[in-house]
């Protein structure tokens, strides 16, 4: 299991090279993804770039940039100059990016080399990256099952051991899901902390990016790297936006104990409580809370998600990007091209979001979900007055298996314990909390740790001190 601050020492000290890392990554993605499918395109040229980093390695030494030589994996909703960016849908096959995302720009800023760009589920709906038109991605714990989504390509890179991190995006739990079942720590941070900027749409006012990683001190190195302001995007925000969100020795950390009961996984909830259990003995309060609205964020944000997806997907017309499909007349190739560029779940929320914006439905359902929304909200705020960290299961049982999840609401219950946190806007930690035993193979099982807004610096002190810092 490789972590960056392990090869920036390696780099530094010059035990090992990034040329050496980078041809690594590249010989694991041919052993190994011909099974798993992570990748959707794989740059040779990060050879080239890993020689010229080993060079200013033994030039500069620890004189230079952080993420110098670091081979990074990037979910393909996110774009790279010069490459192609597909969402993984058919509708942008072909879609060359014209530009770096602020967030790509900031990685190669700092050394970071880009070896590839990851499978995800279309346009990142999704919570197993079975919804990819370039094929499934399987879970490298146990190749029955799927690695989550919709970052399932990256997290499957990452715990295939191609990739020391894999960057994604994170709507309603696509970071911290497959996190979860692929036994990685990632983050999503406060709405508005990373750019934006060269990322493909989906719920904006939901969608951040955060990385996926084998340690919480590297999750917070990449997040450092790519958050701040960003003029080109207008909702990111300042460091001191929130007032401030103390790290201390020890936290009151609260259970929404009603929240944990049907459709959990008992093992994961054994799991979940003996990792109370580690807390309260290293000196941590843990407390039950009443958290009612929680309970109604998936319904919430099942409204909200479509109607932002309904109207940022329309600008796949078949005009201005990708697939252009013949037709008699403007309108049918529109229909023709969306008919043929959309999957099957991409369709269905675009249908779902267009009703629930609708002029006879608008107050019935998309106003009443943006009503919940906010006193979601006020219920957090109050909460964080009692406690300093919220405590649940990232998802309700361990990676499932292909095709398991036959119908999408029951694929949508999956997101329980993760849409809350991006309906708020508030961070979260996913990290691993243990496994299960599932037709002979351990399969990773992660905890989320929910911080108030502005609260990421917490989230990552104590999530070094209780996951890095492990015995
Ligand atoms: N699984 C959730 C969904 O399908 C989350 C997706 C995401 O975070 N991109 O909407």
Redesign the pocket.
């Known amino acids: 299991m490789q972590t960056l601050s392990t090869l920036r020492a390696q780099f530094i000290a010059g035990e090992y090279t990034p040329t050496q890392a980078v041809a690594a990554a590249l010989d694991v993605i041919k052993q190994k993804d011909r099974d798993i499918n992570a990748f959707l395109a794989v740059y040779p040229e990060a050879l080239a770039e890993a020689k010229l980093a080993t060079a200013q390695y033994m030039e500069q030494g620890a004189d230079t940039p952080p993420l110098l030589g670091m081979p990074i994996a990037v979910k393909n909703n996110i774009l790279v100059k010069g490459k192609v960016a597909t969402g993984a849908s058919k509708i942008l096959e072909n879609y060359v990016a014209v530009y770096d995302a602020t967030i790509v720009k900031r990685l190669k800023d700092a050394g970071a080399i880009i070896v590839g760009a990851t499978n995800?589920?279309e346009f990142?709906?999704?919570?197993?990256t079975e919804n990819s038109a370039f094929g499934i991605t399987r879970n490298p714990y146990d190749l029955a099952r799927v690695p989550g989504?919709?970052?399932g390509g990256s997290a499957a890179a990452v715990a295939m051991g191609a990739v020391p991190a894999a960057i994604g995006?994170?709507?309603?739990?696509?970071?911290r899901?497959p996190a979860s079942f692929c036994g990685l720590v990632g983050f999503k941070p406060t709405y508005g902390a990373v750019s934006r900027y060269g990322l493909m749409a989906?719920?904006s006012s939901?969608?951040q990016a955060g990385p996926l990683t084998n340690s919480v001190a590297d999750a917070e190195l990449l997040h450092e790297v790519m958050q701040g302001v960003d003029p080109m995007d207008a909702t990111t925000i300042a460091e001191d936006t929130y007032p401030n969100v103390p790290e201390k020795e020890t936290y009151t950390f609260g259970v929404p104990r009603h929240f944990l009961q049907a459709g959990i996984d008992t093992d994961v909830l054994e799991a979940f409580d003996s990792h109370i259990e580690s807390l309260k003995a290293a000196g941590h309060r843990v407390v039950d809370i009443d958290l009612p609205l929680f309970e109604k964020g998936l319904a919430a944000?099942?409204i909200v998600?479509p109607a932002e997806v309904s109207s940022n997907l329309a600008r796949y017309d078949g005009i201005r990007y990708g697939l252009s499909a013949a037709g008699d007349n403007l309108l049918d190739v529109y229909e023709q091209s969306r008919s043929q560029g959309f999957g099957p779940?991409v369709k269905r929320?675009i249908l779902l979001g267009t009703h629930v914006l609708s002029a006879g439905y608008f107050d019935a359902y998309y106003g009443k979900a943006e009503l919940v929304r906010k006193k979601m909200r006020a219920e957090l705020a109050e909460t964080f007055k009692k406690v300093d960290i919220i405590l649940t299961p990232t998802a309700p049982t361990p990676a499932f298996t292909i095709g398991e999840q036959e119908d999408s609401v029951a694929?949508?219950k999956?997101?329980i314990f993760?849409?809350p946190v991006?309906l708020t806007g508030v961070p979260a930690l996913s990290f691993p909390m243990g496994s299960v035993e599932r037709a002979d193979k351990a399969l990773p099982i992660g905890v989320q740790y929910i911080a108030p807004h502005g609260g990421d610096a917490r989230l990552f002190s104590i999530g070094k001190k209780v996951y890095d810092e492990r015995p």
Do not use: K
Request: aromatic residues 8%.
């Open positions: 995800m589920d990142a709906m999704g919570g197993s989504g919709s970052s995006t994170d709507t309603g739990g696509s970071v899901q989906m719920g939901l969608d944000y099942y998600m779940e929320r694929m949508y999956q997101d993760t849409v991006n």
